[in-house]
């Protein structure tokens, strides 16, 4: 289930950098150029992953004609006209950096894993969640650090990245710097960090899988009046929730010993999860999935603020309301529910299903579905619930509303079917799907993808290991106090995704975020919720209908919301800022530009410091791409135009080189493609970008 191989270790110099020649015209063989060493059996490597990723590309044998020992041309044989060759993945691949010697351990993603990736790739943004608390009292950065990286060598998961492909394999890999940036109190505003980290994201294909980010810290943190924050980023596709307050946990039990965890990797890891379920005999859950899942007339409908059709209103911004029930009425409400057989969470979904079966205006018993978070951690898996890694999964719940029958009836309806569902609560949204013998119609209000619960709504009921109350008495001696973690909301595939959890004072906390949509806003659903839960404690379920909690509805006052902070969930047409971002001017007219295109993970310092750096007379500007790694082109370099160059740092290469045919596609001359690894200074890029711009500007 696992496969070995170690990257050969590059001789001493250098990094790799590539310059790629597209060629005057699109039916030329491109050339690549090789400056820096280039390692055949880091060549052969590199195009057998493209043949397994690609079997769509044509077959190119090649030839290096080398100039030196620091300089080859690759050529490859000419292929099938119109045959398209992922050169770029290839400068990618070529220009990767190497710490020496590195084995990738490769295991096949859950199919879970798939679908998460598949749909973060078509809608960017999604499924990135956020996690912040208080730091107070003093705070040692280089301890802090040593903290994370020993989180990092311990778990397995948070070395992992997604391969390149159409069919990705999850790395794991041996060395893995903890990313956590450090920013001093007073650099930047609060909501503004938070809303750059949003426009940063996280791209699940570069490890580390999570990266932390502090704001304030170090002797500002010993005054005790200004506590530090912490930010916490990670993607569903390698953490689930549960899994980001495990490791917050271990990185304070590694700040208590000194910075440094005590033993070896953590087992059973991602690795032994999914081995376990690829040993899994899918047929009794394909069996009762093809007998449970919702029928065909079972409703869907997300909370609606116009009625759907052409004249909706125009779509509300995606945002977040929080409401708070404090700890004596959750406390009411949790025994209220064990009368009933049921749990907070089973309240919760039961209620949902009545607000859901209003809004689709049913007037009799009619089905009604929605998603419901399941926690993954039930099955037969030693260490599962200690385990971190994506586990969590949305499960499709339907459910009968009679307006006749009674609130106990209903929420032991909803109790059954969770309990038949713990069973096979490992696997994926898709394959329910693939096993439903009558396909669940999307709702026509629903962004999500096919492999998707196709559904309005998602319910998360937030669990998670017990708080830091004993950590808190060690914290304490080294004078420091630490809030709970709370999270910020993630976008799912839902247009509606309710999630609720307790507070440090044992109250529970709804938080309710939508999708920019002419429909969904959460709001107006979040008070009904919020209502409906205050005044359940008080009704005698066996008497009580659904009827009786309708009308209920029609005349129970708003519950009081409020937003929740910045929206983490704002969607790419929330960054307002230009795709070409200048970086420095021409030293006159007609000097041409070097364009830098983003590479996803990198900082914008980066890119700030290499046009300080170059002493061309071109002007260095930033091509920003969007999270799914594609970019907007410039403007069409024809023969009489300024040169034009195209540069990137490992990464970046296939959207460098998609840039590039879109300009040529235009009547554009394409332009050079410069490629380099993260790794290599500044200047030395610089140096050769001066030299690649004035050879752009002679006849090729």
């Known amino acids: 289930m696992t496969a070995h191989r170690t990257a050969p270790t590059p001789p001493p110099g250098r990094d790799t950098t590539v310059v790629l020649d597209l060629g005057p015209a699109p039916h030329d063989d491109p050339a690549l150029e090789v400056l820096g060493p280039l390692d055949g059996d880091l060549l052969e490597a590199a195009l057998d992953q493209i043949a397994v990723h690609h079997p769509d590309a044509p077959a190119r044998p090649h030839r290096a004609e080398?100039?030196?020992?620091?300089?080859?041309?690759?050529?490859?044989?000419?292929?099938?006209?119109?045959?398209?060759?992922?050169?770029?993945?290839?400068?990618?691949?070529l220009t990767r950096p190497a710490h020496g010697a590195r084995t990738a351990r490769s295991v096949p993603p859950s199919a879970l894993q798939r679908?998460?990736?598949?749909?973060?790739?078509?809608?960017?943004?999604?499924?990135?969640?956020?996690?912040?608390?208080?730091?107070?009292?003093?705070?040692?950065?280089?301890?802090?650090?040593?903290?994370?990286q020993s989180v990092v060598d311990r778990e397995s998961v948070l070395r992992a990245a997604f391969g390149d492909g159409p069919e990705p394999l999850l790395l794991l890999h041996d060395d893995v710097?903890?990313?956590?940036?450090?920013?001093?109190?007073?650099?930047?505003?609060?909501?503004?960090?938070?809303?750059?980290?949003?426009?940063?994201?996280?791209?699940?294909?570069?490890?580390?899988?999570?990266?932390?980010t502090v704001l304030g810290g170090g002797s500002a943190g010993r005054d005790g009046d200004t506590p530090s924050r912490v930010l916490l980023t990670y993607h569903h596709a390698l953490?689930?929730?549960?899994?980001?307050?495990?490791?917050?946990?271990?990185?304070?039990?590694?700040?208590?010993?000194?910075?440094?965890?005590?033993?070896?990797?953590?087992?059973?890891?991602?690795?032994?999860?999914?081995?376990?379920l690829h040993r899994q005999d899918t047929a009794p859950a394909r069996d009762y999935w093809s007998r449970s899942a919702p029928r065909a007339d079972a409703?869907?409908?997300?909370?609606?603020?116009a009625p759907p059709g052409p004249a909706a209103a125009s779509p509300v911004p995606a945002g977040r309301t929080e409401v708070r029930l404090d700890a004596a009425l959750t406390e009411r409400l949790t025994a209220w529910a064990a009368h009933w057989g049921s749990t907070e969470s089973g309240v919760l979904q039961t209620l949902w299903a009545v607000l859901l079966y209003r809004a689709s205006g049913a007037k009799g018993p009619a089905q009604v579905r929605f998603g419901v978070a399941a926690s993954g951690r039930g099955i037969l898996l030693e260490g599962a619930e200690r385990l971190p890694g994506p586990l969590r999964t949305p499960l499709p719940l339907s459910v009968e509303v009679d307006p006749r029958s009674t609130v106990a009836t209903?929420?032991?309806?909803?109790?059954?079917?969770?309990l038949d569902m713990a069973a096979y609560e490992w696997v994926s949204p898709g394959q329910i799907r693939d096993w439903s013998t009558s396909p669940t119609p999307v709702s026509p209000t629903s962004a999500a993808?096919?492999?998707?619960?196709?559904?309005?709504?998602?319910?998360?009921?937030?669990?998670?290991?017990?708080?830091?109350?004993?950590?808190?008495?060690?914290?304490?001696?080294?004078?420091?106090?630490?809030?709970?973690?709370?999270?910020?909301?993630?976008?799912?595939?839902?247009?509606?995704?309710?999630?609720?959890?307790?507070?440090a004072d044992g109250g529970?906390?709804?938080?309710?975020?939508?999708?920019?949509?002419?429909?969904?806003?959460?709001?107006?659903?979040?008070?009904?919720?919020?209502?409906?839960?205050?005044?359940?404690?008080?009704?005698?379920?066996?008497?009580?209908?659904?009827?009786?909690?309708?009308?209920?509805?029609?005349?129970?006052?708003a519950a009081p919301t409020a937003p929740a902070g910045p929206t983490p969930a704002a969607g790419p047409g929330a960054d307002t800022e230009p795709a070409l971002v200048p970086l420095r001017p021409a030293a006159g007219p007609g000097a041409g530009t070097v364009c830098l295109v983003q590479t996803h993970g990198l900082p914008r310092a980066r890119y700030a410091r290499l046009a300080e750096t170059y002493r061309g007379p071109e002007a260095v500007v930033l091509l920003r791409t969007t999270g799914s790694g594609r970019s907007a082109a410039p403007h069409p370099a024809r023969d009489t135009d300024p040169p034009l160059v195209l540069a990137a740092f490992s990464g970046g290469g296939t959207a460098a080189c998609e840039a590039a045919r879109r300009i040529a596609a235009d009547g554009g001359r394409p332009p050079l493609v410069v490629l380099t690894g993260t790794t290599t200074d500044d200047a030395a890029f610089a140096r050769t970008l001066e030299s690649v711009a004035a050879r752009a500007g002679r006849p090729r």
């Open 66 to 93: 080398g100039h030196g020992p620091a300089r080859h041309t690759l050529r490859l044989s000419p292929g099938t006209p119109g045959a398209a060759f992922p050169w770029g993945l290839l400068a990618d691949l």
């Open 115 to 148: 679908e998460l990736l598949a749909d973060a790739d078509a809608h960017p943004g999604r499924h990135v969640e956020r996690l912040t608390w208080a730091w107070h009292g003093p705070l040692d950065p280089e301890r802090f650090r040593a903290s994370w």
């Open 299 to 305: 409703v869907s409908p997300v909370p609606l603020t």
């Open 410 to 418: 209903l929420l032991a309806e909803v109790r059954d079917r969770m």
């Open 449 to 503: 993808p096919a492999s998707a619960v196709p559904d309005g709504s998602l319910l998360v009921f937030e669990g998670g290991p017990r708080p830091l109350d004993d950590l808190s008495a060690e914290l304490a001696v080294l004078g420091v106090r630490v809030g709970r973690p709370e999270p910020l909301g993630a976008r799912t595939a839902f247009p509606v995704t309710l999630v609720t959890r307790h507070d």
């Open 177 to 212: 710097t903890a990313e956590v940036l450090w920013l001093p109190e007073g650099t930047v505003g609060w909501p503004d960090l938070v809303a750059h980290d949003v426009r940063r994201g996280l791209d699940p294909r570069l490890p580390p899988a999570l990266r932390v």
């Open 508 to 557: 529970l906390v709804l938080t309710a975020s939508h999708d920019s949509s002419p429909y969904a806003d959460a709001t107006a659903v979040l008070a009904d919720s919020a209502s409906l839960l205050t005044e359940v404690p008080y009704l005698a379920a066996d008497s009580t209908t659904v009827a009786d909690l309708l009308r209920l509805l029609s005349t129970a006052p």
């Open 239 to 276: 953490l689930d929730d549960f899994s980001a307050r495990l490791l917050v946990r271990e990185f304070h039990r590694a700040y208590l010993a000194g910075g440094r965890l005590p033993g070896g990797e953590r087992r059973p890891d991602i690795r032994d999860y999914v081995r376990w």
